[in-house]
Nanobody, 124 residues
């Protein structure tokens, strides 16, 4: 079972990026899929998640209104559209998947599968 994240890069403040995470080697249709990020010297933190149905989404407060998480169940892929990027969004972004219950949705240890991470740098 593998998660492959892509789409990171260098962008100026106010710019946009779209991250993708493709799952392979298993069935993820019943799993919550999420994005976390980790900045240098900081702990990994929750960014956004989408439930198995694709209808329910969750965000950390600092990205609400700027980021949108979605999934393509047929392609086992989750996306993170990031708009109005800020320097404080700079981090390695990781995708994750697992049979997560709602109360633990924002916890790193709730997820069974992790991608390798993709670097997002917001700088002028």
């Amino acid at each position: 079972v593998q998660l492959q994240a892509s789409g990171g890069g260098l962008v100026q403040p106010g710019g946009s990026l779209r991250l993708s995470c493709a799952a392979s080697g298993g069935t993820f249709s019943g799993y919550t899929m999420a994005w976390f990020r980790q900045a240098p010297g900081k702990e990994r933190e929750f960014v956004a998640a989408v439930r198995a149905s694709g209808g329910n989404t969750y965000y950390t407060d600092s990205v609400k209104g700027r980021f949108t998480v979605s999934r393509d169940r047929a392609k086992n892929t989750v996306f993170l559209q990031m708009n109005s990027l800020k320097p404080e969004d700079t981090a390695i972004y990781y995708c994750a998947a697992g049979p997560v219950i709602l109360s633990t949705l924002r916890r790193v240890d709730a997820y069974h599968y992790w991608g390798q991470g993709t670097q997002v740098t917001v700088s002028s």
